[in-house]
Every structure is written in structure tokens, then in C-alpha cells.
């Protein structure tokens, strides 16, 4: 598909969890195939895009970030409104972050889309000698959140570019 030939739809996704767990990493993995060991604590939020063809259209994809504003739990309703897949990152190796994701998902249930597309994400799956979450726990939970479930490596580039494909496929659907 050809840039500017179709109208092409734009598509704003989410990562919500715990500070630490990886979002900023996993969607910057995702981006821009990069990998950094840095993480910048600016103020406010920003987006990256990606022009992408998923399953023939061609989609505008936004992805939105926080600058760390969820370890006061201070992120303005905007970053919420208007999601239409959304990402629920925890880390593997931090047991407190997969506990917190049920409270994760009551924000977004009052500030989000119904009918938004959800996943949720095991982050940092390179890191299996400190695992504290087995898949099955993740699993189980997306199960009964009605969620898709991946375990995932920013840092090793482990099922990254396949959790945005199949967001974004099931969000196309819906368009
Ligand atoms: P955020 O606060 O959720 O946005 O998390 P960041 O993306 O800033 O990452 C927090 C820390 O975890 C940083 O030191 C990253 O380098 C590290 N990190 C992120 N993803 C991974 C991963 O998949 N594996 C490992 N080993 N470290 C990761
Ligand atoms: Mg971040």
C-alpha cells in the first residue's frame, strides 16, 4: 500500500503498569529496534509512531508513554481516552508488579474505551533465573480478563514485534 493513496487509519495504543516493569523499553523495542539500558524520568508523556500495513491497511500507529508518572500514580485521564489496544506490562522477575495489574485494569475500565482491545505482557522474560511469575499465572489471568497473554524480552527482542501485530490486527478488525 502506497502512503497517502488510502485514507489510513491512525490507531492510539497504551502501556500501563508498574514503574520498572519495561513499557517505555518494550514499545521503544518496537519502534525503533533499539534496546537501552537508560531509562529518562522526563516530565509529561510522549508518543512514537510507526507507519505500518496490517492485514492490507495501511495504519498510523501512535504509541503513547509515560514519563514515570505511574509511581505516584498521577497519569492524566487524556492518556487513557481514545486507546484502542492496550498494554498491560508486568515484570516477570517482580511478582508485586503482576499483583498490581487487576488495579491496572480498574483504572482503565473507568478512564478507557469499552471496547478497547487488551493484552497483557510479561516483560523481561530473558531474565529466567530471577523469574518470580510463571507463564501459567499470566495466563490464567488473561484468561480471566478476556486478554491475550505473551511473555516478552525488550532486551533480547523476544515476541516484541508479535504482540503489537496481534493487537493491531484485532483492533483493525474492529475499525
Ligand atoms: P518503565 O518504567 O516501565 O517504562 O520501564 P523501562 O522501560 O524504563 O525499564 C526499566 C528497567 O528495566 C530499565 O533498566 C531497562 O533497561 C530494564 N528492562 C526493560 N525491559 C527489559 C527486559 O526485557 N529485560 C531486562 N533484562 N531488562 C529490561
Ligand atoms: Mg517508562
Known amino acids: ?95 508485586k508488579s503482576f499483583s498490581k495489574v487487576n488495579s491496572w485494569c480498574r483504572v482503565f475500565d473507568a478512564w478507557g474505551d469499552k471496547d478497547a482491545e487488551k493484552m497483557l505482557v510479561g516483560n523481561k522474560c530473558d531474565l529466567e533465573e530471577k523469574r518470580q511469575v510463571e507463564p501459567e499465572e499470566g495466563k490464567k489471568l488473561a484468561e480471566e480478563k478476556g486478554m491475550m497473554f505473551y511473555e516478552t524480552s525488550a532486551k533480547d527482542n523476544i515476541n516484541i514485534d508479535h504482540v503489537f501485530m496481534k493487537l493491531l490486527s484485532k483492533v483493525v478488525e474492529q475499525q
Not at 2 to 22: F, M
Open 1 to 95: 500500500l502506497i502512503p497517502g493513496k488510502r485514507r489510513e487509519l491512525t490507531c492510539k495504543l497504551i502501556t500501563i503498569g508498574d514503574t520498572n516493569v519495561g513499557k517505555t523499553s518494550v514499545s521503544t523495542r518496537f519502534t525503533d529496534n533499539q534496546f537501552s539500558y537508560e531509562s529518562f524520568n522526563t516530565i509529561g508523556i510522549d508518543f512514537r509512531i510507526k507507519m505500518m500495513n496490517v492485514n492490507g491497511k495501511y495504519v498510523k500507529v501512535q504509541i503513547w508513554d509515560t514519563a514515570g508518572q505511574e509511581r505516584f500514580r498521577s497519569i492524566t485521564t487524556e492518556y487513557y481516552r481514545g486507546a484502542k489496544g492496550v498494554i498491560f506490562v508486568y515484570d516477570i522477575t517482580d511478582k
